[in-house]
């Protein structure tokens, strides 16, 4: 059904200009004849010869044009059903947005006419068309290459499934719009944005192959975290009593050692959300975007320490190695999704953890259970969400002068201002303050 309807929402032969254009022509013959309507005047003469010169001139290149897009339409048809264009799409990350830049391969310009690209996605959505030109050196060479960069407006970070490419070819004045709907399967992802830099005191506590010794040897916590059984030969002063009153088995602490290969931060990133409210996946999806953005931030103020920095999700990837590279984390943590069925107590293993970041959605109680497991060395981060959809009460002195450009976040404000989603997060966010004052090397982002 949205296939039919997206030709004839382009097929439209004449457009309101053709009308306007015409009713001015018409109504300015008509002005001007008022007052020049002697017909023996000079003027009434000149506008009677060259009224119909402009006339017929503006219409005969109006029709060239649209028998030449009429031509190139028949060309671009034929060159998709033989599979004979290729199309490259890739988003390139600029200044608090994203451009889309296309190229398509085997096809000729277009004369007197022009052709764009647009993108229509699963969801239904699509963007604005791109226009599609020749660089100049490459206009008469025997490589056919169109391409064109345009601002796209994908908000939400992760990825985005192409459905289907639409080629428009149109005429110089663009009266006419005749698209060429061809099968594209990709998916584009917009990246997490850093918001500021959040430096993390982090640790290693492992590593993963000991074949590469580090120049200075790093601390390994041991002895608040691992245990072992008593034997002979161990200091009696490393045994831990109260185990021995609960449980009646003598072990001694394993004391922290310098390792010479302990150089990996194990990064844990939970995505648990553990308020589920119905009508809140509108908001839901804001919240992992700013989760997103400050989980990014999180992971660069790791890598400005000397470790390197190993993300591990709470969720299944397919490519074990995405994790490897610093581009390939961004794209994994742009990825992820709210999840409610691993919870970060089960999730984080406390003898890798080198840090640990979860947002507001997971509740206190099981905040709490994920810190009576670590040590206090390690660093947690806790991302206040609460605050991530703006108020439609605050304003600023630059607003007052300047109206700030529409977000997708402006239809939002109204209706979180009062949804029980957001005092839910609120309330939660006050206990987790008040749980995290008495442990140190823990930080709340906003």
């Known amino acids: 059904m949205f296939r039919k309807l997206s030709y004839w929402s ?4 004449l457009r309101r200009t053709v009308a306007i254009a015409l009713m001015g022509v018409w109504a300015g013959y008509n002005i001007i004849g008022q007052f020049y309507r002697d017909e023996d005047s000079l003027h009434w003469r000149v506008m009677q010869l060259w009224f119909p ?15 030449f897009s009429l031509i190139y339409w028949i060309y671009v048809w034929s060159k998709v059903k033989k599979h004979q264009i290729k199309v490259d799409i890739k988003i390139i990350p600029a200044a608090n947005h994203y451009n889309m830049r296309v190229v398509v391969t085997g096809l000729l310009p277009p004369v007197l006419g022009s052709i764009r690209m647009r993108s229509v996605y699963a969801n239904k959505l699509s963007e604005t068309p791109v226009v599609l030109y020749a660089d100049k050196e490459k206009f008469f060479s025997s490589k056919r290459e169109l391409s064109g960069e345009s601002q796209i407006h994908l908000h939400d970070r992760g990825s985005h499934d192409i459905w289907e490419v639409q080629l428009l070819c149109s005429d110089m004045f663009r009266f006419i719009e005749l698209p060429v709907i061809m099968d594209w399967q990709g998916q584009l992802i917009t990246l997490a944005q850093p ?3 959040n430096a993390i005191n982090a640790a290693s506590q492992t590593t993963e192959e000991q074949l590469h ?3 200075m040897p790093r601390k390994v916590e041991g002895e608040y975290l691992n245990y072992k059984d008593f034997e002979s030969g161990d200091d009696v002063r490393r045994i831990v009593w109260k185990v021995y009153a609960r449980t009646g088995q003598l072990v001694v602490r394993i004391p922290e050692i310098m390792d010479p290969y302990a150089s990996h931060v194990y990064f844990y990133t939970s995505f648990y959300n553990g308020f589920e409210i119905p009508g809140s996946a509108n908001f839901l999806k ?7 953005d400050r989980l990014r931030s999180s992971y660069e103020g790791l890598l400005s320490k000397e470790y390197e920095v190993r993300l591990i999700p709470d969720q299944m990837i397919e490519d074990e190695q995405l ?5 390939a984390v961004v794209k994994a943590i742009s990825l992820a999704c709210w999840q409610k069925d691993i919870v970060p107590s089960e999730f984080v293993n406390p003898k890798k953890a080198g840090a640990v970041c979860v947002s507001s959605c997971v509740p206190v109680q099981e905040l709490e259970h994920l810190l009576n497991q670590l040590h206090e060395s390690v660093p947690v981060v806790v991302v206040a969400l609460s605050g991530s959809i703006p108020s439609p009460l605050h304003v600023n002195l630059k607003s007052l002068f300047f109206i700030p450009e529409p977000t997708p976040v402006d239809g939002l404000k109204r209706s979180w201002l009062l949804h029980p989603l957001r005092k839910q997060l609120q309330d939660n966010e006050t206990k987790i303050i008040q749980l995290l004052k008495v442990r140190g090397n823990t930080t709340v982002i906003r």
Not at 10 to 13: D, M, P
Not at 323 to 327: G, H, L, R, S
């Open 10 to 13: 382009h097929f439209t032969v």
């Open 53 to 67: 010169i402009i006339a017929w001139s503006v219409l005969g290149i109006t029709m060239v044009g649209i028998l």
């Open 195 to 197: 918001v500021g830099t």
């Open 213 to 215: 010794r580090i120049e």
């Open 286 to 292: 804001e919240l992992l975007n700013a989760y997103k």
């Open 323 to 327: 994790f490897q590279a610093p581009a």
